[in-house]
């Protein structure tokens, strides 16, 4: 039999979504903290995944299933792709079931584009009364994220789209961006804003702050989230889209996976130095894409936490207008049909990734403070060119909350799901000090772009100005600044805090004018030559002590 394409107006049809096992993290932060983190790098994550879906089909009455009935399931199918710095490569998928289904059909696509096979079994009067169907779906995941600053300048305005462009602008039950309530809150959220990139931001913000609490048993459509604090990523996503829509920005939905494994990212908090603990759960997710059209891309973003981008954990299989049990909106991917007979049917979806090798190096650039507060974000700078000055921290020490030391956040965990996510901050020193300073050009005295200042073991990005801080990073003793820039040489010098404040000023010389190598090397300053000189001044009367022992 010819594969079968499940369409929402079929007779007897139960069309049905995944369950999403969507994980919320409740970041208990003091609501004096900022809420969004920037951060620049890149990552690459390579894992074998697996993929597991098991289908429930209860409440069949095998005395009047007629012959030839069948059931018609929709299975994603991974597929290579990239957009607006996202990018995932799947080779060597596999898709099998148990039971074995009477037929597996080749690739097919929905209105959307979204691949998918269609996986058939054949039902009839000797078949029981629930069904557990078990889909494993198998494949090599390479997958990157580009967290490169860009500077997006496109403006809110009425644009004409093509159709491809302009479906993702159209109300749908689900994404209600006509009515009033939406259109009052957009306007609330966006008042005298005129980017685009500055117009997402709030949106997002205001969605992440507005449903804390997670709770898969709400009504999922984006009226409903705008009146609750519950919600999983669905309730975000269509709220998002709902809103982001109404301001005249094309916005779509994206349907896949996330898996648990956790990583590790680094920037300041309260004057101290933070490490979050990132890890997802492991099943399906939605998140959203934004259209820049001045770029002509789709630009990720996941109102549970990431702004601008998506980490390496998430999978992304399909786009549509929403999550809808309708398939013109929703597409076909995950959708199921028990032809010929009346049932219940349930998902449960789990995922692992096997064989991981992480390249994960995220800078943390700067913290942007905006309301709401008390929310955790992290952000990819699509605005360069306006990001904030890293000013100095205020001399005056923080006085240490409970809550500066360890943050236990809350997690609600869906049935199946499986993750511990933790964030430990490093507690606050009143004894230590800040570094603070500017890079300039030795030639001209202009500040220096895209410079990298390490202080030890710690390292950051200066800004597009030059300047860079470390919150409370010294006390007393000496501490060796290394800074670097692409076509200047690296300038290397120590400091002596002696437990106070220091905001230097470093010349780094452009590699045109050092005639002396064609191979540039790391400078060091005088006061480095010093230091040695003394370590060699020292080891030497050591030397002369034993011998006269």
Not at 81 to 107: H, K, R
Not at 212 to 231: E, I, R
Not at 290 to 303: C, K, L, Q, S
Not at 378 to 397: D, M
């Amino acid at each position: 039999m010819p594969p079968k394409r499940i369409h929402h107006q079929m007779a007897g049809a139960i069309l049905t979504v995944l369950i999403i096992a969507c994980l919320l993290i409740s970041y208990m932060i003091s609501a004096a903290n900022a809420e969004t983190y920037v951060f620049d790098g890149s990552a690459r994550s390579q894992a074998r995944i697996t993929q597991t879906t098991t289908i429930t089909v209860s409440g069949l009455n095998p005395a009047s299933i007629p012959n030839g009935s069948k059931i018609y399931y929709n299975a994603s199918y991974p597929s290579t792709l990239s957009d607006g710095g996202y990018s995932i490569g799947a080779s060597g998928v596999q898709i099998s079931a148990s039971p074995a289904p009477s037929s597996i059909s080749g690739m097919m696509t929905d209105h959307y584009g979204n691949a998918y096979k269609q996986l058939v079994w054949d039902i009839n009067s000797s078949t029981s009364s629930t069904l557990t169907l078990v889909v494993t779906t198998r494949f090599n995941a390479d997958i990157s994220e580009d967290m490169s600053p860009l500077s997006y300048e496109d403006t809110l305005g009425t644009i004409s789209y093509p159709d491809y462009i302009s479906q993702y602008l159209l109300p749908t039950s689900m994404v209600q961006s006509d009515d009033q309530r939406i259109v009052d809150k957009k306007n609330s959220l966006i008042s005298g804003v005129t980017s685009e990139a500055e117009a997402v931001d709030n949106i997002i913000n205001f969605v992440k702050a507005s449903i804390p609490d997670q709770d898969s048993n709400v009504a999922k459509d984006a009226l409903s989230s705008l009146s609750s604090s519950k919600g999983n990523c669905v309730n975000r996503a269509h709220l998002a889209l709902a809103l982001l829509r109404s301001a005249g920005i094309p916005a779509r939905c994206v349907g896949g996976i996330i898996y648990g494994n956790k990583y590790s990212v680094s920037y300041n908090v309260n004057g101290g130095m933070a490490t979050t603990e990132i890890g997802w759960g492991d099943g399906s997710h939605v998140w959203i894409e934004v259209y820049y059209p001045d770029e002509g891309v789709w630009v990720p973003y996941d109102p549970d936490m990431d702004k601008g981008f998506v980490d390496t954990r998430h999978i992304k299989y399909t786009v549509s207008q929403d999550q809808d049990t309708n398939a013109a909106t929703r597409g076909d991917v995950g959708l199921l049909n028990v032809n010929g007979a009346t049932s219940s049917v349930t998902f449960n979806t789990g995922v692992s990734a096997a064989n991981l090798q992480d390249s994960i190096s995220l800078h943390y650039r700067y913290t942007k403070q905006s309301p709401p507060q008390g929310i955790f974000m992290i952000a990819r700078e699509l605005r360069s060119s306006t990001a904030p000055t890293l000013t100095p921290t205020p001399t005056v020490s923080p006085t240490p909350k409970p809550n500066n030391t360890t943050v236990t956040p809350t997690v609600t965990i869906k049935p199946g799901s499986s993750v511990t996510p933790t964030i430990s901050l490093s507690p606050v020193d009143s004894t230590k000090h800040n570094v603070t300073g500017v890079i300039v050009d030795a030639s001209t005295g202009s500040p220096v772009r895209g410079a990298t200042v390490l202080l030890d073991t710690i390292q950051i990005s200066a800004s597009d100005e030059g300047k860079f801080a470390f919150q409370y990073a010294v006390s007393s003793g000496s501490y060796v600044l290394t800074v670097s820039a692409p076509g200047y040489m690296t300038e290397k010098q120590v400091l002596m805090p002696n437990n106070a404040d220091i905001d230097v000023k470093v010349k780094i010389v452009p590699l045109a004018d050092t005639a002396a190598s064609s191979t540039p090397t790391a400078k060091l300053s005088p006061a480095v030559d010093v230091l040695l000189s003394l370590a060699a001044l020292a080891g030497g009367m050591l030397l002369w002590r034993k011998r006269g022992l």
